[in-house]
């Protein structure tokens, strides 16, 4: 059997089409295939090598990077409670043509994801960090090359995992204590009350005021959030400032009219604004839509209304003003509604400069088993309709949902285009 029978295929014959591009004007190719032919030039100029061609491992070994890229997050850390349903990820040595003979070899490729040059062991280890750890990354769709480009520089020189200073892991902490106080004392106060919970999706309050602060030092003056019921009480009173005797009181219902009888729901129904100042002295204003129990029915009038005040307040300038729309997982993928707003974002008439996306998913739809809810691997598969990048993180890691919720305004703000942060937790 040929042992260069996984070269014999259409890539090696693209490659060797890249290089003649290449060597006729480097600035034709892709910016990592640059590097790559600059390696490979670079080591012919040392003379020739004993034994295998050294050209062909290192194409094996920039595909199997490119590969995590597309599909690390197949095999990604993200479920805190179970495993993964097991995909086939195509991620192994030999898929490549690669063998753990290989493993101490060292390949200039690794300067592709700014490590420099490293053994293939080293590669392997800062790609399964930056993309099959707490955080996978669905973006290779995207045709917008500077999208990707951005998302390597983004994300591969730390691993997908920044450096917190000791100030700002003390307010994670902070905020993360907040909500899970918040959800106990409820459970505890008023047992048998109906409650949508954030229990197991803590993380979403540290994250969401981090995306705030960082919207607003990019010149972000207002928000406008539309979300169904599960943690919205939590966001009412962390992020927007309801006071907890506001909160709770409703649950006591001396809001009802007397002709209501019974309990009900309507204080998962309220909206609210406010004025805030970020941590950093930004002034924001922050409006969070009424809406009923039709769950995704919200989206269209959080996309109508900042479409108005884009243009009647803001000038047209859509870094102004920011749509976050938080969803549930199997409301997202189970209503058209949103497949309607998804088609619609970029036409003339209709487009806000970049929805933000945020799915909690409790991995049990309200009533409906998580294997049972859809047919696609995931509920954000619609994003691949506006080539949107996909953030999929760990629930029980706020420092990746930080930096995923992060990433995602920057996007936002640069490329304008939607963004999603799928949060998986439990319930």
């Known amino acids: 059997m040929d042992k260069y029978?996984?070269?014999n295929n259409a890539n090696g014959a693209f490659v060797e089409d890249l290089y003649d591009k290449y060597q006729k004007d480097p600035a034709s190719v892709d910016p990592s295939w640059q590097k790559f032919f600059e390696g490979f030039e670079f080591s012919k100029s040392l003379g020739p090598v004993k034994g295998e061609s050294v050209s062909n491992k290192e194409i094996s070994v920039v595909k199997?990077?490119?590969?995590?890229?597309?599909?690390?997050?197949?095999?990604?850390?993200?479920n805190p409670v179970r495993k993964r349903r097991p995909h086939k990820a195509d991620l192994t040595l030999d898929y490549f043509g690669l063998t753990e003979?290989?493993?101490?070899?060292?390949?200039?490729?690794?300067?592709e994801?700014?490590?420099?040059?490293?053994?293939?062991?080293k590669i392997l280890d800062h790609l399964e960090k930056t993309y099959c750890h707490t955080i996978g990354v669905e973006f290779m769709y995207c045709r917008d090359e500077k999208l990707r480009q951005w998302l390597y520089q983004e994300m591969e020189p730390i691993a997908n995992q920044p450096k917190f200073t000791p100030d700002e892991s003390k307010y994670?902490?902070?905020k993360i204590t907040q909500s899970v106080t918040f959800e106990k004392f409820i459970h505890t106060k008023y047992v048998g009350k109906k409650r949508f919970s954030l229990e197991g999706l803590e993380s979403l309050i540290p994250s969401l005021d981090v995306m705030i602060r960082q919207s607003a030092e990019l010149g972000t003056k207002e928000f406008i959030i539309g979300m169904a019921h599960r943690g919205r009480l939590n966001v009412l009173a962390h992020i927007f400032g309801k006071a907890y005797e506001d909160v709770f009181s409703e649950f006591e219902e001396y809001m009802l009219p007397k002709d209501i009888k019974g309990s009900g729901d309507v204080k998962y129904h309220l909206g609210r604004s406010a004025d805030i100042k970020t941590r950093d002295g930004h002034k924001i204003h922050l409006s969070l839509l009424p809406n009923p129990s039709?769950?995704?029915?919200?989206?269209?009038?959080?996309?109508?209304?900042v479409y108005a005040k884009k243009l009647e307040v803001y000038g047209n300038d859509a870094k102004k003003i920011v749509p976050v729309l938080i969803?549930?997982?199997?409301?997202y993928s189970g209503q058209g509604v949103n497949y309607e707003v998804a088609h619609m974002s970029k036409l003339e008439g209709y487009g806000n400069g970049g929805t933000i996306h945020i799915v909690l998913n409790n991995q049990i739809g309200f009533t409906t088993n998580y294997k049972e809810g859809r047919s696609s691997v995931y509920c954000t598969d619609i994003a691949k309709v506006t080539e949107s990048p996909v953030f999929h993180v760990n629930?029980?890691?706020?420092f990746a949902v930080t930096h995923a919720m992060r990433m995602a305004v920057k996007i936002r703000q640069e490329f304008h285009i939607d963004v999603y942060v799928a949060i998986l937790g439990y319930r």
């Open 101 to 111: 003979a290989d493993l101490d070899t060292v390949f200039d490729a690794g300067m």
């Open 113 to 121: 994801i700014s490590i420099g040059t490293q053994s293939l062991r």
């Open 172 to 174: 994670i902490l902070e």
């Open 5 to 7: 029978s996984y070269i």
């Open 327 to 331: 969803h549930g997982d199997a409301a």
């Open 294 to 305: 039709h769950l995704e029915s919200v989206n269209p009038v959080v996309q109508g209304n």
């Open 64 to 78: 199997l990077i490119n590969a995590y890229r597309s599909r690390g997050h197949l095999i990604s850390d993200t």
């Open 395 to 398: 629930a029980d890691d706020p």
